[in-house]
């Protein structure tokens, strides 16, 4: 049975309930974030608490509990679910009134909601056979970098890349790649420099993508932050995706066209490799 923390108790998730008059449930109004958990610890915890800060405030709903206990009660509900590998999802939103209004009411108790999901990463099936994306238009709204709840441009993408047999979509606007639609796209050019997206409103500003570009700069690996085109993708020596539920995964085909071999390429591995290591030092 799964633990669920709301709004300061634990209970079991099946009895988790939040009103109807939620504005999460509503309007959307509300971000989340979503932490790896490895070896029953959290991955990367700080980057991710500090994102959600930001997120929350950019939209002006104030954290009702600090980072630091936050954290604490991530760590209760993996002792709690026994989690050695899997994720902490959390979602803050405004709160609820007793009536359905645009206008957020001053004074609102926010809610605030973690709960696990066991997966084990180390076994995807992708790292060795590679993932298809397929490319897919960018129809999402343009604060792209708040991690905000309102997912429907996202699960548009993946219904079509699940229809065409393909496990991630990669957006396109303005002929570049924003991002995928739950990760952050990268490419190793034909010089062998690390290619992804310079951060702005366009896209969210992975914790993953952080922590990989510093890697890879930490071990020699030229990058440059500019947007590439899907042209540019299939013509790379290498593709993958970086997010926290999936670290570091190859992409071996776009649009069912085949990357270079259509095998995983050794930078990509290498990075993965190493943000694991980083993950369990
Ligand atoms: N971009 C989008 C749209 C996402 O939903 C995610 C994660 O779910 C990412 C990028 C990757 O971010 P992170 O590495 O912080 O998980």
């Not at 190793?188 to 969210?204: F, I, K, P, Q, Y």
């Amino acid at each position: 049975q799964r633990t669920a923390w709301l709004n300061g108790e634990y209970l079991p998730l099946a009895e988790a309930k939040v009103p109807v008059l939620d504005r999460g449930f509503l309007f959307a109004d509300g971000v989340y974030e979503v932490t790896a958990v490895l070896d029953g610890r959290l991955v990367d915890s700080a980057a991710h608490l500090a994102r959600l800060e930001r997120s929350a405030g950019a939209i002006g709903i104030p954290l009702p509990v600090d980072a630091a206990g936050i954290a604490a009660v991530e760590r209760e509900l993996i002792a709690r679910d026994s989690i050695t590998r899997g994720l902490i999802y959390l979602q803050l939103t405004r709160g609820g009134t007793d009536d359905r209004d645009f206008l957020p009411r001053a004074g609102m108790r926010p809610t605030l909601l973690m709960f696990t999901q066991a997966r084990d990463f180390l076994a995807n099936p992708a790292v060795e056979a590679g993932m298809s994306v397929i490319s897919w238009p960018e129809l999402r709204w343009t604060r792209r970098d708040i991690k905000s709840v309102a997912l429907l441009g996202q699960v548009m993408a993946k219904q079509a890349a699940a229809a065409a047999g393909a496990q991630e979509a990669w957006l396109v606007e303005d002929g570049f790649v924003t991002e995928g639609a739950s990760s952050n796209a990268m490419i190793v050019d034909e010089a062998g420099t690390l290619v992804t997206r310079s951060l702005s409103n366009a896209l969210l500003h992975g914790c993953t993508r952080a922590a990989v570009l510093a890697l890879a700069a930490q071990y020699g690996v030229p990058v440059a932050e500019r947007a590439f085109t899907i042209a540019e993708a299939l013509a790379a020596r290498e593709a993958m995706i970086t997010s926290a539920s999936s670290f570091v995964l190859p992409v071996t085909r776009i649009d069912g066209q085949v990357i270079a071999d259509g095998r995983p390429g050794p930078i990509t591995r290498r990075l993965r490799e190493l943000y694991i290591a980083a993950a369990r030092a």
